[in-house]
């Protein structure tokens, strides 16, 4: 297939939702332009889009960071669009925020200048449900886009990097976007399938389950998105005129851990072996917490079930969210065949 759909520039290309965007971008015709810290990554990324896609010659890759300015430009170049996915990740929480907040947020202020720079038509921008949370000591309830969090960087880094960065992507745009607009994908805990051994942290959470690394069951639950499905919302919100200036959350079937280690027992037999059946109690996973730093990170959320709403993404866009049941198999089944259980 020849390019005659015009040229993205995608942030983060090695990156879990980063790959399955720009799988989606060629799969529909796009050139696609993406980004690593370390062109000896290069390989590693067309490796893996290659599993899924034939870019032929419509895939380079550049190198830049999210705390300088070289490169920038050049990589945007011509671009009619600019999907910024590349951000720095919280697990486990470091001891320093802006370890996390400033690459975040001058990360998301570089990708857009250099999209208004360029021309670029959209920039759409991976934030976070961390960033459409209300405040913690808040009932349960559902969130949408209209909520924004408040946020603590001493009690979640993420929530307030994905928060603060977001925050100044829609400031720079309001002051500096001209003709160049901007969309946010809001995803909720990203699951599906793997491309590789090197993958996000939130698929920690069934890899855990499947290598039997959880002191029981904690009482925790998520909405659950698919990564393919998150890569089609972005891709949505890149072209339809209605996404401008627009959040989106990209949201799917609430869970509990017990009900996704239900089904993997269920599911896959003998490859679920080690998958814990037992109830941890809120004060084990607590205790467990003061020496793993990955569990410290979500004992907030112990029995709560706050939940978010897709449903602006589905009227607007047309976007609808693969089962639940789909993309923790198809997520599962990818690590066990990736070696990474």
């Given at each position: 297939?020849?390019?005659?759909?015009?040229?993205?520039?995608?942030?983060?290309?090695?990156?879990?939702?980063?790959?399955?965007?720009?799988?989606g971008?060629?799969?529909?015709?796009?050139?696609?332009?993406?980004?690593?810290?370390?062109?000896?990554?290069?390989?590693?990324?067309?490796?893996?889009?290659?599993?899924?896609?034939?870019?032929?010659?419509?895939?380079?890759?550049?190198?830049?960071?999210?705390?300088?300015?070289?490169?920038?430009?050049?990589?945007?170049?011509?671009?009619?669009?600019?999907?910024?996915?590349?951000s720095?990740?919280?697990?486990?929480?470091?001891?320093?925020?802006?370890?996390?907040?400033?690459?975040?947020?001058?990360?998301?202020?570089?990708?857009?200048?250099?999209?208004?720079?360029?021309?670029?038509?959209?920039?759409?921008?991976?934030?976070?449900?961390?960033?459409?949370?209300?405040?913690?000591?808040?009932?349960?309830g559902?969130?949408?886009?209209?909520?924004?969090?408040?946020?603590?960087?001493?009690?979640?880094?993420y929530?307030?990097?994905?928060?603060?960065?977001?925050?100044?992507?829609?400031?720079?745009?309001?002051?500096?976007?001209?003709?160049t607009?901007?969309?946010?994908?809001?995803?909720?805990?990203v699951?599906?399938?793997?491309?590789?051994?090197?993958?996000?942290?939130?698929?920690?959470?069934?890899?855990r389950?499947?290598s039997?690394?959880?002191?029981?069951?904690p009482?925790?639950?998520?909405?659950?998105?698919?990564?393919?499905?998150?890569?089609?919302?972005?891709?949505?919100?890149?072209?339809?005129?209605?996404?401008?200036?627009?959040?989106?959350?990209?949201?799917?079937?609430?869970?509990?851990?017990?009900?996704?280690?239900?089904?993997?027992?269920?599911?896959l037999?003998?490859?679920?072996?080690?998958?814990?059946?037992?109830?941890?109690?809120?004060?084990l996973?607590?205790?467990?917490a003061?020496?793993?730093?990955?569990?410290?990170?979500?004992?907030?959320?112990?029995?709560?079930?706050?939940?978010?709403?897709?449903?602006?993404?589905?009227?607007?866009l047309?976007?609808?969210?693969?089962s639940?049941?789909?993309?923790?198999?198809?997520?599962?089944?990818?690590l066990?065949?990736?070696?990474?259980?």
């Open positions: 297939m020849t390019d005659n759909r015009g040229t993205v520039l995608v942030t983060g290309g090695s990156g879990y939702i980063g790959s399955w965007c720009v799988i971008l060629l799969q529909q015709g796009y050139a696609v332009r993406t980004t690593v810290r370390d062109l000896r990554r290069e390989g590693e990324v067309r490796s893996m889009v290659g599993r899924m896609v034939d870019p032929g010659n419509r895939l380079s890759v550049h190198a830049l960071t999210l705390t300088s300015d070289d490169g920038w430009d050049a990589a945007a170049e011509g671009a009619e669009y600019v999907l910024h996915i590349a720095p990740l919280g697990v486990p929480p470091p001891k320093d925020p802006n370890d996390l907040i400033i690459p975040a947020r001058d990360g998301a202020k570089r990708a857009i200048r250099a999209a208004i720079k360029a021309g670029a038509k959209r920039v759409v921008m991976t934030s976070s449900v961390a960033a459409t949370s209300p405040d913690p000591k808040s009932p349960d559902v969130s949408d886009e209209t909520v924004w969090t408040v946020p603590d960087p001493r009690a979640d880094p929530a307030a990097s994905k928060t603060i960065a977001e925050r100044a992507a829609w400031e720079l745009i309001a002051t500096e976007g001209g003709a607009t901007l969309a946010t994908v809001n995803p909720a805990l699951l599906g399938p793997v491309l590789g051994a090197d993958f996000s942290d939130s698929v920690q959470v069934v890899q389950l499947l039997g690394k959880v002191p029981g069951l009482r925790l639950g998520f909405n659950i998105v698919d990564v393919r499905d998150v890569a089609d919302l972005h891709i949505r919100a890149m072209t339809d005129p209605a996404a401008a200036g627009q959040r989106f959350i990209a949201a799917g079937d609430f869970a509990w851990m017990a009900d996704i280690a239900a089904l993997l027992k269920a599911r037999g003998a490859e679920a072996a080690k998958v814990p059946t037992a109830k941890a109690p809120d004060f996973i607590r205790l467990a003061l020496f793993d730093t990955d569990l410290r990170s979500v004992t907030p959320g112990l029995s709560r079930r706050r939940t978010f709403s897709s449903a602006k993404a589905q009227s607007v047309g976007w609808k969210p693969r639940m049941e789909e993309t923790v198999l198809d997520c599962a089944r990818s066990i065949a990736a070696g990474a259980v």
